[in-house]
Nanobody, 125 residues
Framework: QVQLVESGGGLVQPGGSLRLSCAAS????????MAWFRQAPGQEREFVAA????????YYADSVKGRFTISRDNAKNTVYLQMNSLKPEDTAVYYC??????????????????WGKGTLVTVSS
């Protein structure tokens, strides 16, 4: 399995931006499709965005489409989530996850191979 470590979370005002990073070790990320999920207090973990192994295809949840951008740098073994126009309802722990390459629209919390421990994003004034 690949080991994943998220960073970049913090407190931001509504309308602000943050960029999350997910650094991998143990294996090259190029063999994995990657995704971001999030879990708000008292809620189930939900899908946010996914990207194919070489970055040619991306997929987003409707709630973040147009505001968030997922990208990857396989040379740095790192995946990113650029979050713009943040809203209070984006407050959650954000997790990155890796799985075998497949249809990005089928990625669910129960079907991923490896997970990071998460980074907290709080959107509040």
């Amino acid at each position: 399995q690949v080991q994943l470590v998220e960073s970049g979370g913090g407190l931001v005002q509504p309308g602000g931006s943050l960029r999350l990073s997910c650094a991998a070790s143990g294996r090259s990320l190029v063999i994995y499709a990657m995704a971001w999920f999030r879990q708000a207090p008292g809620q189930e973990r939900e899908f946010v965005a996914a990207i194919s192994p070489y970055g040619g295809t991306t997929y987003y949840a409707d709630s973040v489409k147009g505001r968030f951008t997922i990208s990857r740098d396989n040379a740095k073994n790192t995946v990113y989530l650029q979050m713009n126009s943040l809203k209070p309802e984006d407050t959650a722990v954000y997790y990155c996850a890796a799985d075998r390459p497949r249809n990005l629209a089928t990625m669910t919390p129960g079907g991923m191979d490896s997970w990071g421990k998460g980074t907290l994003v709080t959107v509040s004034s």
